[in-house]
C-alpha cells in the first residue's frame, strides 16, 4: 500500500531532524563551531546549518566526510545506511539541490517555465498549483518555501556562484498566474539579470536553430571540480555523473549559448515585454 505523500514527507522530515540533531551534538562534543566544522569540510557554513535543523539531508558522501573529520568512527554513515525504506529521501532529487547549494559554477537550459532559482514567489505558487494531481494546500506551502530557500545561492557572499541561465522565449511569453504575477516575473528577472555572476539569455522564436529541443537540463560544477548533470521530465529527474553523457549536455549548451541573444538582447527583449504593462 502506497504511503500518502503528506505522511511520507513527514516521516523524512522526522529522519532529517533526527540525523541533523546527531550531528549537532556530535559538532559540539568535538569543540567545533558550525563555522569550524564547514571550513574543515570544505562546504558554506550555511550547508551545516541546514543539515542540523533537519532542511537538508546528510547524503553518505557528506556523512563519510563528517564521520572522519569528527572521529565518530562511521556512526553517521551507518545511520544513513540504515534509514528504514519509509524513512529515505528521493535521492535524486534531493543530491542535486545540495550540490547546487554548494555549486561554484551553473549553467541551466528551460523552456518549460522559468527557472526556480529565477521565480518569484506568485510565479512559483502558480507553477505548483497547476500540478496534476492537485496537491494538498501543506504541500504546496512546503515546496514554495523549499523553492524559495533555494534561491540563496544567488546571493551567496564569499564564494559567488557563476550562473548562465537560457530560457526559450515563449516561457518568457506564457502568463502563468495572470498579468499581476507575469509583470512582476519579468521585473524580478531583470533585477537577477544584474546580480554579479548571473548571465541571462533568450533562446529567439526567430530562431532557425535549437540544440535544446529534447528538453531542458541543468549543469554544475561542485568545488571539487566535479562536473555533474540534472534532469527532468514527467514523473522523473536523473543526476548524471558519467563524464561522457556530462559531456554531451555540456556540448549541447555550448551550442544553445551561440544560438540565443546576447544578455543584452535578452535584456531589450524583457524591457519590450514589460513595456506591455
Not at 494531481?133 to 512546503?142: A, D, H, V
Amino acid at each position: 500500500m502506497a504511503v500518502p505523500r503528506s505522511n511520507q514527507r513527514k516521516k523524512n522530515n522526522t529522519a532529517m531532524r533526527t540525523v541533523g540533531a546527531l550531528v549537532g551534538r556530535l559538532r559540539t562534543q568535538a569543540g567545533l563551531s558550525q563555522g569550524a566544522l564547514a571550513d574543515k569540510a570544505c562546504v558554506a557554513m550555511e550547508t551545516i546549518a541546514s543539515i542540523e535543523q533537519g532542511r537538508r539531508p546528510l547524503l553518505p558522501h557528506m556523512a563519510e566526510r563528517l564521520d572522519s573529520i569528527l572521529e565518530s568512527k562511521g556512526v553517521l554513515w551507518v545511520l544513513i545506511d540504515n534509514l528504514p525504506d519509509e524513512t529515505k529521501f528521493p535521492i535524486w532529487v534531493l543530491e542535486y539541490v545540495a550540490h547546487e547549494q554548494e555549486a561554484i559554477a551553473l549553467s541551466w537550459y528551460e523552456n518549460q517555465v522559468l527557472p526556480g532559482l529565477l521565480q518569484t514567489e506568485g510565479y512559483a505558487r502558480a507553477v505548483l498549483e497547476n500540478i496534476v494531481p492537485i496537491l494538498s494546500k501543506e504541500e504546496t506551502e512546503s515546496r514554495l518555501v523549499a523553492r524559495l530557500e533555494r534561491q540563496a545561492v544567488l546571493h551567496r557572499e564569499g564564494a559567488p556562484l557563476n550562473a548562465s541561465f537560457i530560457v526559450w522565449e515563449p516561457v518568457l511569453r506564457y502568463r502563468i498566474g495572470g498579468d499581476g504575477v507575469y509583470f512582476a516575473q519579468l521585473r524580478h528577472l531583470r533585477a537577477c539579470a544584474e546580480l554579479p555572476g548571473i548571465s541571462l539569455q533568450v533562446m529567439p522564436l526567430s530562431g532557425e536553430c535549437n540544440a535544446g529541443l529534447d528538453g531542458p537540463f541543468i549543469l554544475l560544477e561542485t568545488p571539487e571540480h566535479q562536473q555533474l548533470a540534472y534532469t527532468e521530465v514527467q514523473r522523473g529527474s536523473h543526476l548524471i555523473h558519467d563524464p561522457y553523457e556530462v559531456s554531451i549536455l555540456s556540448q549541447k549548451y555550448a551550442m544553445l549559448r551561440s544560438q540565443a541573444l546576447s544578455p543584452k538582447e535578452s535584456m531589450r527583449l524583457v524591457d519590450q515585454l514589460l513595456g506591455e504593462s
